[in-house]
């Protein structure tokens, strides 16, 4: 009894010992930090970040480090509003703040699980944490988007991997303090990363996953003969094509990108059986290795034109670069979806500390359905309105988009795969208010790849 009750006291001390602290400095902390972050000898922020861990590239090289107290991202705008920002006076976004749970150090444990953390790892620093990103192809596809609000982003198709996703524009995450009052209120949105977390209506694009879902419903056979007038009556008006397609079967209809097929396919479907088949190819939930990605948004059942609009990827459904790159990647598959990553490990000097598990193979539809599409997609870049994403000596299957928007001239957009017949990587290019894709966004597709492939 003696024993028990001295080792409750004991307990008792303890417990008194711990919350102390933890009282004390959640009073300084929460409530008056308003007061501590305006001082600018701030050193609780000085601290805590000289302990943050790096974000490192594929191969290892810091994209964010902590420098004399000060975060620095040594790609500077090239991956701006993707790292996002960690600052004593503006806070965190970007990575920064979603991996914070893994990259942070503690100078002095504030919570039982970061005492715990500190005590079985017997080191104050935060884990480095290394993305899936490849710096040179993130470099190239910022590059190709001077002059030009957009996103490109490229899959690397084994593995599900994000290899590149660039967004302009940007900020200097150097300068981000200065030019803090303007970024804010700049119209162009330069602190949004638009590869992941971009929300666009995808236009023709759509008309994979339309023909693709179409087939698998058995809703239409690779053989059916479509008689295009270059209009057709959608329920409550007439939607008109880019051109009078005569007749075509299905195959020609992608390769010419035909709206009255594609959205006679998408009646046939129904709103409904449109909205399963983004569900199953994996848009309606983000993925979790991609921190703060925007899971697209389906058409909402309404008038009685959606179904045909949506079949052509208008109406009001909504989908990110990320999520079209993947369906592209799962027809490249044939018909295999794994959940892309931007997260690769966890590291401590060099050792892996923790590693995400092997994604999952998921059969979204039929190998011959994802062949059928897949032959399309080839002869829409060899002969069709996908032309100019050609890369020389390799096959290169794609669809363009022109997508129709409330905020000016169209949406450019083109996403495809290469090789055609043994598939490494597929890209979506994203131009916001650029008119064709076939003629803005492919060509940019076009360098990706075969920079891609040969890396
Ligand atoms: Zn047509």
């Not at 930090?33 to 000085?46: F, G, K, Q, Y």
Request: proline fraction near 7%.
């Amino acid at each position: 009894m003696a024993i028990k009750a001295r080792v409750r006291v004991v307990a008792l001390f303890l417990l008194v010992l711990f919350l102390a602290p933890v009282v004390n400095l959640t009073r300084f902390q929460v409530l008056r930090s308003e007061a501590l972050l305006a001082r600018p000898d701030n050193t609780r922020t000085l601290e805590d970040l000289s302990l943050r861990g790096s974000l490192l590239d594929r191969a290892g090289q810091p994209l964010a480090q902590t420098r004399q107290g000060r975060r620095v991202h040594p790609l500077g705008p090239v991956t701006g509003p993707l790292l996002g920002y960690l600052t004593g006076r503006l806070g965190a976004a970007g990575l920064e703040a979603s991996l914070e749970a893994r990259t942070v150090g503690y100078a002095i444990p504030r919570t039982p699980m970061q005492a715990w953390s500190l005590l079985t790892r017997g080191d104050r620093h935060g884990d480095d944490v290394v993305l899936t990103l490849d710096r040179g192809l993130q470099t190239l596809a910022w590059e190709l988007l001077e002059g030009a609000r957009g996103a490109a982003l490229v899959l690397d198709i084994p593995s599900g991997e994000i290899l590149a996703v660039a967004s302009r524009p940007s900020f200097d995450p150097a300068r981000l303090e200065a030019d803090w009052e303007r970024l804010r209120v700049d119209p162009s949105a330069p602190l949004i990363e638009r590869g992941t977390q971009g929300l666009y209506p995808p236009g023709s694009t759509f008309k994979i996953l339309t023909m693709a879902g179409a087939l698998a419903d058995g809703r239409t056979r690779s053989d059916e003969v479509f008689v295009c007038t270059g209009s057709m009556d959608a329920g409550n008006f007439i939607l008109h094509d880019n051109a009078v397609h005569g007749r075509v079967d299905l195959k020609e209809a992608l390769v010419v990108s035909c709206n009255v097929t594609f959205a006679t396919l998408g009646q046939r479907l129904e709103v409904s059986g449109l909205r399963r088949w983004m569900d199953g190819f994996g848009l309606l939930e983000a993925p979790a290795l991609v921190p703060n990605a925007a899971e697209a948004q389906p058409m909402q059942p309404g008038a009685p034109s959606v179904a045909a609009e949506a079949g052509i990827g208008q109406a009001d459904l909504l989908v990110s670069p990320l999520g079209m790159a993947r369906v592209c990647a799962t027809l490249a598959r044939g018909g295999i979806d794994l959940e892309p990553r931007l997260v690769r490990a966890q590291t401590r000097r060099g050792q892996v500390t923790w590693r995400p598990a092997a994604p999952r193979p998921r059969r979204v539809l039929p190998e011959a359905v994802a062949g059928e599409v897949r032959r399309a997609m080839e002869e829409a870049v060899a002969r069709g309105t996908g032309g100019r994403a050609a890369v020389p000596g390799v096959a290169v299957a794609g669809k363009t988009g022109t997508a129709e928007n409330p905020h000016g001239e169209p949406h450019a957009w083109f996403v495809g795969y290469a090789p055609a017949e043994a598939p490494k990587v597929a890209v979506a290019v994203l131009l916001e208010n650029s008119g064709g894709g076939g003629l803005h966004a492919a060509p940019l597709a076009s360098r990706l790849l075969q920079a891609a492939l040969s890396r």
